[in-house]
């Protein structure tokens, strides 16, 4: 069974720019839940999406947002790039279920110049 | 103040040494992750505790839920060099299980 992937590994990308990442679950899952992670800041939860809803945010602005295609591929959006936004972008897939294990992606790395 | 505090930071053990790593929540618990990350890869499921006293045990680790304390502790037998990277506890506090809170990390590193 294949694991998550995500693509690209790696961008880089200026100040004011936008940029899109995508994440495709492990056959069956339902479920993708983007996380930020930073030095200072640690690892810290954007939102999930499940059957093509957004069913939980975190606390990012507005800038930050995603969808979910019928297929359960999921992108996440970041407009208007801050040099804050430099960070290893994770997603996360599972069933969706109470208790479901998430398994994670290799990550994507932002870096905004 | 992080909801998920994790003790030690850092730890440099010599290979074939036990170790544990604790996790404290400042709310109550209803679950706990735990994942190992080499740096900058993804996050490594290890296991999953659901329910309090639960212990779970994958080879050398072994994970227990504590919720009574709002901890969980996670234990390695006989340390290894490939067990060295960063092991993160997460809970869903609300929203569920999709929406995990990561504590703050702990770097192992094994000296052969």
């Known amino acids: 069974k294949a694991g998550v992937t995500q693509t690209p590994r790696y961008l880089i990308k200026t100040r004011g720019q936008q940029v899109t990442l995508s994440c495709s679950p492990i056959?069956?899952?339902?479920?993708v839940s983007w996380y930020q992670q930073t030095p200072g800041q640690g690892l810290q939860f954007l939102f999930e999406?499940?059957?093509?809803?957004?069913?939980n945010k975190g606390n990012f602005p507005g800038r930050f947002s995603g969808r979910q295609f019928s297929n359960s591929r999921s992108e996440m959006n970041v407009s208007t790039l801050e040099l804050g936004d430099s960070a290893l972008y994770l997603c996360?897939?599972?069933?969706?279920?109470?208790?479901?294990?998430?398994?994670f992606g290799p990550g994507t790395r932002l870096t905004v110049l | 103040s992080q909801e998920l505090e994790q003790s030690p930071q850092s730890l440099i053990v010599q290979e074939g040494k036990n170790l544990t790593i604790n996790c404290t929540s400042s709310?109550?618990?209803?679950?706990l992750y735990w994942y190992k990350q080499k740096y900058g890869e993804g996050l490594i499921f290890l296991m999953m505790?659901?329910?309090?006293?639960e212990e779970k045990s994958h080879e050398k680790i072994t994970a227990k839920l504590d919720e009574k304390k709002q901890q969980s502790s996670l234990h390695i037998t006989a340390s290894q060099p490939s067990h060295a990277g960063i092991y993160l506890c997460?809970?869903?506090?609300?929203?569920?299980?999709?929406?995990?809170?990561f504590g703050t990390g702990t770097k192992l590193q094994v000296i052969p």
């Open positions: 996360a897939s599972s069933l969706g279920t109470s208790g479901g294990e998430q398994f």
């Open positions: 056959s069956g899952h339902r479920s």
């Open positions: 999406y499940f059957s093509e809803t957004q069913r």
């Open positions: 709310k109550t618990l209803y679950g």
């Open positions: 505790l659901q329910k309090g006293g």
């Open positions: 997460g809970a869903p506090f609300s929203g569920g299980y999709q929406k995990v809170t």
